[in-house]
């Protein structure tokens, strides 16, 4: 079955970018009609939807995020990616990347996340 | 941007008992709802989508119901594995797609 794994630094300094990737194995990034999302949770807090990708390039960002965020995808890694520039220690969180049922806008398919801290 | 806000925010309950938790909507968003579980250390679980139809694989305790804006999550006999933090969402209006604030289903 489809599976997600994100990978990117733990640690990522003030004012730099954060950098992650969701690699996709058991299917491909390019097939099917998905939005392909990151999703960040700061620690004991709520969710927030970041954005998403699909038909191989095409992209939705949250307003609240859309000047500091790009997500890209490498369909020969089958991997897509999410750069968020400018981070504060507000940006700390578990990030996640998913998929959605199939251009419906709810989430069937997550990783595991990884925590990004944000500190000097 | 819909604001989710999730009633009450801790939840006691006894194993066996019913558990039932509230989400609104700041407007609409018809039946493009979800509800998730999520345990500590894991990802966010897909309970319930179109606000009532079980996720593949979701016992059959667990119920959902509502549109517009107010929508219910029901389960109707708390098993251990059920406690908890459950999170909706609305998918009618994005972006940005919102998430309400979750409420936890502790043991009483």
């Known amino acids: 079955q489809v599976q997600l794994q994100e990978s990117g630094p733990g640690l990522v300094k003030p004012s730099e970018t954060l950098s992650l990737t969701c690699t996709v194995s058991?299917?491909?990034?390019?097939?099917?009609?998905?939005?392909w999302t990151w999703i960040r949770q700061p620690p004991g807090k709520g969710l927030e939807w970041i954005g998403y990708?699909?038909?191989?390039?095409?992209?939705n960002y949250n307003p609240s995020l859309k000047s500091r965020v790009t997500i890209s995808v490498d369909t020969s890694k089958n991997q897509f990616s999410l750069k968020l520039s400018s981070v504060t220690a507000a940006d700390t969180a578990v990030y996640y990347c998913?998929?959605?049922?199939?251009?419906?806008?709810?989430?069937?398919?997550w990783g595991r996340g990884t925590l990004v801290t944000v500190s000097s | 941007e819909i604001v989710m806000t999730q009633s009450p925010a801790t939840l006691s309950v006894s194993p066996g008992e019913r558990a039932t938790l509230s989400c609104r909507a700041s407007?609409?968003?018809?039946?493009?709802f979800a509800w998730y579980q999520q345990k500590p250390g894991l990802a966010p679980r897909l309970l319930i989508y179109?606000?009532?139809t079980r996720a593949t694989g979701i016992p059959a305790r667990f119920s959902g119901s509502g549109s517009g804006t107010e929508f219910t999550l029901t389960i109707s006999s708390l098993q251990s594995e059920d406690f908890a933090v459950y999170y909706c969402?609305?998918?009618?209006?994005?972006?940005?797609?919102?998430f309400g604030q979750g409420t936890k289903v502790e043991i009483k």
């Open positions: 998913a998929r959605d049922g199939g251009y419906t806008g709810y989430f069937d398919l």
């Open positions: 058991g299917g491909s990034v390019s097939s099917g009609s998905y939005f």
């Open positions: 990708i699909y038909n191989s390039g095409s992209t």
């Open positions: 407007q609409s968003v018809s039946s493009n």
């Open positions: 179109g606000a009532s």
């Open positions: 969402q609305q998918y009618n209006n994005w972006p940005p797609w919102t």
